[in-house]
């Protein structure tokens, strides 16, 4: 692990020594950016964001960085603050509160596993308590579907790789692959209710005991709150009256099923009181609300198992998790889950288990208010199934996806969710088999995907992606992508792309070695030519293109984008392009303004040959494109291809 901070921390010992100096005035951001720039975007969410490096420390800055493999690029921000034992970072509470998460790293054990280290938290004069954070959830390895062992091999040494630029397996001499081979999933997060109410003005200390175990201690951010007392439901199937432990100590799923079947009977509601309660297997729900006293107070919990032989679905494992019927069963109808909190056990990928948050199929049903860690989904959903709403829920630290519509679901919204720290897409729509149709992701935050992209449609018809906030994707995708991938179905009728707010995006794509856009188009599986309208988007601080249109090197010849229109869009910082066309295709512009620009404004390569007639895509300008980015010889389709110009790194974002 020495080894790989290396490469990953960077700062100088005489910062990592210096005494603080006072508190500095609190600085409140989303997704690290000064609110003003993203209002009426993203989740309205109950706590206020402080990033640790515009806090006080004694500690050593990280970042800021974008390569992937480091812990500044999984940083919020890309920057984060470095602690040694001994050392300490203080927040100035911007607001009254009584509960706090902290976001952190810490090393992983030599051989994999993670260790579990202090931390105290102190506010003003009195005591500090100590969190116990943990690496247990973090550190994966290799390649997909990613290893815990930081000492393997290649997982896949026939496969091409970046490193080498070769496939292993057949190069000889053989190359000598560094390990760890590509660390990354390195951050956690965890909640402390602090037992009373702070005053705006105190001053809250993250401090790493002198003694700690820990080398090194990174944290990213804190993100503090006013919590509401607990909610009691009076007249409900309280799940203590069956039999459940709220301790934890007791295995309370067999109490859970009996409340169920009671509350289905008499027409009641089940109730969660306030505590912790061991599930380790799917709970079965169908016709019932269930609700917690809040996803502070009430926390199911449990283990992940593993199956004596592989389930119908290929599961080798069960764990805690509320799932409807399967849709080969008729699925599940009027479900209402709201209130709690689920806390998984899952530390590896493993695509065929079912250790999902939330599962299974539910029509004419909700989910809201639910705190999701650990899982590998937090909610996967396998239609066909229509009229969900997913609303008000956190996401955080899921091995695979935040949420996945994932096979006929229909007519359903997920609005006003936080995710962060997923391992894969943060919210997708993947229409595999059975297309998706008539669905809305509205008003989101998704923050620092580990891989894949922040808001991923697959395929699928009149779909709606609005007024979404997605910041700090790291690697092999982007913020938002439109992806005639995965054996999807293919786009039809329309698809809106609006009001949405992108922050250090278009990242670099190391199997093409290029890089991507804050919102990219993928023509892999078949040509995409739906009605794609992206109207009043803001691309900020891309870290090389805002806008891509790509397809595979042996499909270009056969398949194209078109029917692409952007309109009232701006773009505020582009490391690279404006517009990278890497296929067949065509699209439209009009008032898309665009500012600090580091190379051409259009990357056109079309389907490269390059003919005598020009570019295989073409642009058609529609008026009032500011900037000077999409100037009149670029059209309708000059070949202008440079996939690797020099990157220019843009300044902040600011008011347009």
């Not at 919020?76 to 034992?85: K, N, Q, T």
């Not at 509960?99 to 054990?109: C, E, F, G, K, M």
């Not at 993250?206 to 509401?228: N, Y």
Request: net charge negative; aromatic share 8%; with cysteine.
């Amino acid at each position: 692990m020495a080894a790989v901070m290396a490469v990953t921390v960077t700062g100088g010992a005489g910062a990592a020594r210096a005494e603080a100096a006072p508190p500095a005035p609190p600085v409140v951001t989303r997704a690290a950016l000064d609110p003003s720039l993203v209002a009426g975007r993203g989740a309205d969410v109950g706590f206020l964001e402080q990033e640790a490096e515009q806090a006080t420390t004694n500690g050593t800055l990280i970042g800021p960085g974008r390569t992937a493999y480091t812990l500044a690029s999984e940083a919020s921000g890309r920057r984060a603050v470095s602690l040694a034992p001994g050392q300490f970072v203080e927040f100035t509470l911007p607001a009254a509160t009584n509960a706090i998460t902290v976001r952190y790293s810490i090393p992983d054990a030599p051989t994999g596993g993670g260790i579990t280290a202090p931390l105290d938290v102190s506010v003003g004069r009195r005591p500090a308590r100590t969190m116990t954070l943990t690496s247990q959830y973090a550190w994966l390895y290799n390649q997909y579907p990613f290893s815990n062992d930081p000492t393997a091999g290649l997982l896949h040494p026939d496969w091409w790789i970046t490193e080498c630029s070769c496939v292993p397996a057949a190069t000889t001499p053989t190359p000598t692959i560094t390990r760890p081979f590509r660390p990354h999933h390195f951050y956690d997060e965890q909640r402390m209710l602090l037992g009373r109410t702070y005053p705006a003005g105190s001053v809250l200390r993250l401090a790493v005991p002198a003694g700690s175990v820990a080398p090194w201690t990174v944290i990213d951010l804190l993100d503090s709150e006013l919590v509401a007392p607990p909610r009691v439901v009076p007249v409900a199937a309280n799940v203590l009256a069956f039999g459940a432990d709220p301790t934890g100590r007791r295995d309370s799923a067999g109490a859970l099923d009996r409340a169920i079947a009671f509350a289905r009977r008499t027409k009641l509601k089940v109730y969660l009181p306030p505590g912790t309660y061991q599930v380790n297997r799917h709970i079965i729900v169908d016709d019932v609300t269930i609700e917690g006293a809040g996803n502070w107070y009430t926390i199911v919990k449990g283990r992940e198992v593993a199956l004596d032989t592989p389930a119908p679905d290929g599961s080798v494992h069960t764990g805690v998790g509320f799932y409807g019927r399967p849709a080969s069963a008729g699925g599940s109808r009027n479900v209402h889950l709201s209130g709690f909190a689920i806390e998984g056990d899952v530390r590896e990928r493993i695509d065929t288990d079912q250790v999902n948050g939330v599962g299974g199929a539910l029509s004419h049903s909700s989910v809201d208010g639910l705190y999701l860690h650990h899982t590998k989904v937090g909610l996967w959903f396998d239609g066909p199934m229509t009229d969900l709403r997913v609303t008000n829920n956190v996401i955080v630290d899921q091995i695979a996806d935040g949420l996945n519509f994932h096979t006929g679901v229909t007519n359903s919204v997920v609005r006003n969710n936080f995710v962060r720290n997923s391992g894969d897409d943060g919210l997708a729509m993947w229409s595999e088999k059975t297309g998706n149709a008539g669905n809305i992701i509205d008003r989101n935050t998704v923050q620092s995907p580990v891989l894949a992209n922040g808001i991923a449609v697959y395929g699928g018809t009149d779909n709606t992606v609005s007024r979404n906030l997605v910041a700090d994707p790291v690697r092999e995708g982007s913020a938002i992508q439109v992806g005639s991938r995965f054996g999807a179905e293919p786009f039809t009728g329309h698809l809106w792309i609006t009001e949405n707010t992108t922050a250090r995006a278009g990242t670099y794509e190391l199997n093409w070695n290029i890089g991507l856009g804050a919102i990219w188009f993928y023509a892999l599986d078949r040509s995409i030519d739906a009605d794609i309208q992206v109207v009043g988007d803001h691309y900020l601080d891309n870290t090389y293109n805002a806008i891509m249109l790509v397809s595979d090197w042996p499909v270009k010849d056969r398949y194209s984008i078109t029917n692409v229109h952007f309109r009232d869009v701006r773009v505020d910082g582009a490391g690279t392009s404006v517009v990278s066309a890497r296929t067949a295709g065509s699209a439209s512009f009009a008032n898309v303004d665009a500012r600090n620009v580091g190379a051409v404004g259009v990357n056109n390569c079309g389907s490269f040959h390059f003919t005598p007639a020009g570019s295989e895509f073409s642009l058609t300008d529609l008026g009032g494109n500011d900037g000077g980015w999409l100037a009149p010889w670029l059209l309708p389709n000059t070949i202008t291809c440079d996939d690797r110009p020099p990157v220019v790194a843009p300044p902040p974002p600011s008011s347009w």
